[in-house]
């Protein structure tokens, strides 16, 4: 079955506590990325990385970072998280960045 | 100044009473208008994406058209499961490739 699969779908934690939210899609897509969605804001783009090893800013990247070793594989890293990144985070992966995107099942993070 | 704006914020609708939604863009140099499906808790659904102006796509209860400046999500005779967040993202040339997302309209159909 064709999916993208997020862990942990829930996740609470004390600021500053480094954690990484791991991402893993099984459809060969070269493009991923990663979003949070909070109430009143949508949905807003972190990081998305184009292929291995290539990765960029989207509209919201301060306090995360990623890593694109895999093709399959797309960690989001909060080296020190604090109150304000407390948010729904998804994972998504397309063919490209102009297709169809799949979607992870989300991961509820609180940071207290 | 938002890229993306989807309006209504909220719809109700009474079953089997058509409606539309609107998602406007500003952004320049299109790429691809996206909709998405999303219940609570779960991740965005793909229902369509549209590439140019004048080209609609239909699945089941749905249709989807695009404009130069909108795109609008036509529902006919809409059921209660059809009920859901519906979001519109854009993608455009620009220097960093970024996907944006409208705030999304929330549906509710009642039986």
């Known amino acids: 079955e064709a999916q993208v699969t997020q862990n942990p779908r829930y996740l609470i934690t004390v600021t500053g506590k480094k954690l990484t939210v791991t991402c893993s899609q099984n459809m060969n897509h070269e493009y991923m990325s990663w979003y949070r969605q909070d109430p009143g804001l949508g949905l807003r783009q972190i990081y998305y990385s184009m292929n291995v090893e290539v990765t960029d800013k989207g509209d919201v990247p301060e306090g995360y970072k990623v890593s694109r070793k895999e093709k399959r594989n797309f960690p989001l890293i909060l080296e020190s998280p604090s109150p304000n990144q407390t948010s729904l985070y998804f994972c998504?992966?397309?063919?490209?960045?102009?297709?169809?995107?799949?979607f992870g099942q989300g991961t509820r993070l609180t940071v207290v | 100044e938002d890229q993306v704006t989807q309006s209504p914020e909220a719809l109700r609708l009474q079953e089997g009473e058509s409606s539309s939604l609107n998602c406007s863009y500003t952004?320049?140099?299109?790429?691809?208008l996206f909709w998405y499906r999303q219940d609570p808790g779960k991740g965005p659904e793909f229902l369509f994406t549209?590439?140019?102006a004048g080209e609609e796509k239909e699945k089941e209860r749905l249709k989807a058209t695009l404009t130069k400046k909108e795109s609008f999500l036509h529902i006919t005779a809409p059921k209660p499961e059809d009920s859901a967040t519906y979001l519109c993202a854009v993608h455009y040339y620009s220097g960093n490739t970024p996907l944006v997302f409208g705030k999304g309209t929330r549906l509710s159909v009642i039986a």
């Open positions: 998504a992966s397309s063919l490209q960045a102009n297709t169809e995107a799949f």
């Open positions: 952004v320049s140099g299109l790429r691809g």
């Open positions: 549209l590439y140019s």
